[in-house]
């Protein structure tokens, strides 16, 4: 309910008493700049239960002019919101009252604060008071349900994977598709006529003809159609191999100039023969002109003795000639199957060259290297997170992987001091990224100083071959208010194989809690974004439990 001029955006700490001092100075010199309060946030409840929802609603006085803006998404964090209803707008003394609601929940018990929230009225922004509210565990009565020790430690399972037998069968299924379609395609090929040589095919077509009852229906287009096709068609596959496309001028002149060159030894009179018999069925198929029948028996009887002698004009190959033949065709049905698979592989590449082009224009060449050629901590980002418990007393933390038990040496002086200890361990050093999570349960009362335990870690890490460590530390405070010191900094490791030196970046958590020491660590490489992403995330879902046992 304060405008911010600058729209400064302030983040501070409840719990802590400079920080809560500072901005309770800036939140009263901001009211005395805001004037009268135009924006106000409620909530019907502060105290819920796991699951349950609280109504959070913001209300907003305007003008009917003014536009507005209301918060969307996940502002509300560390709250979740469920569901956000449609702005309600009721009309007051000729301005407008706006209502909108909003339905928050969360899922892990504790102490939260609401954020304020930020809305836009015209070209001003303006933010709601931040609210308080504590979300409890379900009581469970202890006399009526049983207690019962914890479970030991049970591998998770990395999420659903289809079974190899399926992917086996699948290739099976498409090769036998594959076999069963070649045959199939081989067998129509088999079952497929034969070409008929020019002449013999030429003699088919009149015998065709001859044995169709055109004339008698007196369909005398078909039939000059038929006959015409069957001349062309012989001298577009033994003369011209234009036959079946020129008209008959073209072709008449194309035989006429083929005898005074010498190369076809026809006579004028087959030629004219040949003409006549052309036009007058081109004036059957265009001009509805109807020849009797006697005339057309006499046309396809002129028609054989055209192609006789069309085939007698054309001298027989020589063996050589039908050898060359044959060797032209196969290198020119050579030459087209390598077009045809040049042109397919050409087509492919500028196709992904074209997909990765676009791809890397809107996504950038990072995003397409890591999500189409891998990166393990993008994976393990994007992954499925687990939250689990660790060690006594107990760490949750929420993490890409489960952490495995593992083994880290104690001074003699410390064993002495505690009951037990628990380490639990992913990765390496010289990973991406490297987790370690370890407890100690001391003897007693035992008071454990974390400035003094600070003051070890950077022995630590140069005994875990660390080199150029940079540290600094400031309070944390988890989000179940247990308080502690983080130490994070820079630090340098070296490849035992290559030699080479690997800048890496890490966040170490140190709490004393309940008569016990609780360390979080995380080492990642400063060049990966991904791995620093897993850290923030890992940091900041640490809850220390029990605290008010």
């Known amino acids: 309910m304060y405008r911010i001029y600058d729209r400064t955006y302030l983040k501070f700490n409840i719990s802590g008493g400079l920080g809560f001092l500072f901005f309770m100075c800036l939140l009263f010199s901001f009211s005395e700049v805001s004037g009268q309060s135009r924006v106000s946030a409620s909530i019907d409840s502060t105290t819920i239960k796991i699951g349950e929802q609280i109504k959070y609603k913001i209300e907003v006085q305007t003008d009917p002019g003014d536009l ?19 702005p309600d707008t009721i009309r007051k003394n000729g301005n407008y009252r706006l209502l909108k609601e909003y339905f928050l929940t969360q899922f892990d018990s504790g102490k939260y604060v609401i954020p304020g929230q930020e809305i836009l009225i015209k070209n001003s922004s303006y933010f709601t008071d931040s609210i308080a509210i504590e979300v409890n565990d379900v009581v469970v009565d202890t006399t009526k ?4 020790p914890i479970k030991a430690s049970v591998e998770v399972d990395a999420g659903f994977s289809i079974p190899d037998w399926v992917w086996w069968l699948l290739g099976i ?58 001349v062309r068609k012989y001298l577009d596959r033994k003369i011209y191999d234009h036959g079946l496309e020129r ?39 265009f001009a509805r002109s109807k020849p009797d029948v006697i005339t057309a028996k006499e046309d396809r009887s002129r028609t054989k003795h055209i192609i006789d002698d069309l085939r007698a004009s054309v001298p027989e190959p020589t063996r050589e000639e039908l050898l060359q033949d044959e060797a032209f065709l196969q290198e020119q049905a050579r030459k087209r199957k390598k077009k045809r698979i040049i042109i397919g592989i050409v087509a492919g590449i500028v196709v992904i060259v074209l997909g990765i082009t676009a791809l890397i224009a809107t996504k950038g060449y990072t995003y397409v290297k890591d999500t189409y050629l891998g990166h393990p901590t993008k994976e393990l980002l994007e992954g499925e997170w687990i939250r689990s418990e660790y060690g006594n007393p107990s760490v949750a933390v929420t993490t890409p992987r489960v952490l495995k038990r593992g083994e880290i040496e104690m001074p003699q002086e410390v064993q002495q001091m505690m009951v037990g ?23 007693g009362e035992v008071q454990f100083d974390l400035k003094k335990a600070v003051d070890g870690i950077y022995t630590s890490l140069e005994g875990q ?24 900094g820079t630090l340098d490791a070296e490849n035992p194989v290559t030699g080479e030196s690997i800048p890496n970046e890490y966040v170490i958590l140190n709490f004393a809690e309940k008569g016990g020491f609780e360390q979080i660590m995380v080492i990642f490489n400063e060049n990966d974004q991904y791995a620093k992403e897993i850290s923030e995330r890992i940091i900041n879902s640490v809850e220390i439990n029990n605290l008010n046992e």
């Open 68 to 86: 507005v803006v209301f918060p969307e998404g996940e502002t509300f964090s560390p709250l979740e919101m469920v569901e956000s209803l449609e």
């Open 173 to 230: 299924f498409l090769i036998a598709g594959i076999v069963a379609f070649l045959i199939i395609r081989k067998k129509k090929k088999d079952t497929q006529e034969p070409e008929l040589p020019p002449y013999e095919e030429a003699m088919a077509e009149l015998q065709k003809l001859d044995n169709s009852h055109l004339l008698e229906n007196r369909e005398i287009k078909e039939y000059y159609s038929q006959l015409s096709f069957a």
């Open 145 to 148: 349900q049983k207690l019962y």
């Open 421 to 443: 200890s628990e380490t639990f361990i992913y990765g390496s050093l010289l990973s991406n990224y490297y987790t370690t999570l370890s407890t100690i349960k001391f003897k």
């Open 247 to 285: 008209t008959t001028n073209e072709l008449i002149l194309y035989l006429r100039a083929q005898k005074d060159a010498g190369k076809l030894k026809l006579t004028d009179g087959t030629i004219s023969d040949f003409e006549r018999i052309l036009q007058r069925a081109d004036l059957a198929k």
């Open 465 to 488: 071959g660390a080199r150029n460590i940079v540290m600094k530390q400031e309070d944390f405070t988890t989000l179940n208010g247990a308080k502690g010191l983080k130490v994070f």
